[in-house]
């Protein structure tokens, strides 16, 4: 059974920084393709990064491109989205997921996503 927990959301001013993990178990985590995605109340699900199994080519929404970057670390199971230059559009729930369709696009299949993380972001 597939296990996410995301860690290190927080409530920052814009401008800041933020680092999000998701330890990931229960699944052959190297041989994947994960990603993020956040929604905000009101709002439709959108995806925000994604990445292949072994690192390098990512995926990234156009709101987000040029502050955030997504990586992972195989060894510890782990994916990150380091957050830079926050703006208070970025507040939402983020979550972690596990993609099996259309890594690198802006509408990926998602199968399974932890509990999700709130990131909340002030004028």
């Known amino acids: 059974q597939v296990q996410l927990v995301e860690s290190g959301g927080d409530s920052v001013q814009a401008g800041g920084s933020l680092r999000l993990s998701c330890a990931a178990s229960?699944?052959?985590?190297?041989?994947?393709?994960m990603g993020w995605f956040r929604q905000a109340p009101g709002k439709e699900r959108e995806g925000v990064a994604s990445i292949y199994s072994r690192g390098g080519r990512a995926y990234y929404a156009s709101s987000v491109e040029g502050r955030f970057t997504i990586s992972r670390d195989n060894a510890k199971n782990t994916l990150y989205l380091q957050m830079n230059s926050l703006k208070p559009e970025d507040t939402a729930m983020y979550y972690c997921?596990?993609?099996?369709?259309?890594?690198?696009?802006?509408?990926?299949?998602?199968?399974?996503w932890g509990q999700g993380i709130q990131v909340t972001v002030s004028s």
């Open positions: 229960g699944y052959t985590y190297s041989s994947s393709c």
């Open positions: 997921a596990t993609i099996t369709a259309r890594c690198w696009s802006d509408e990926p299949e998602y199968a399974s």
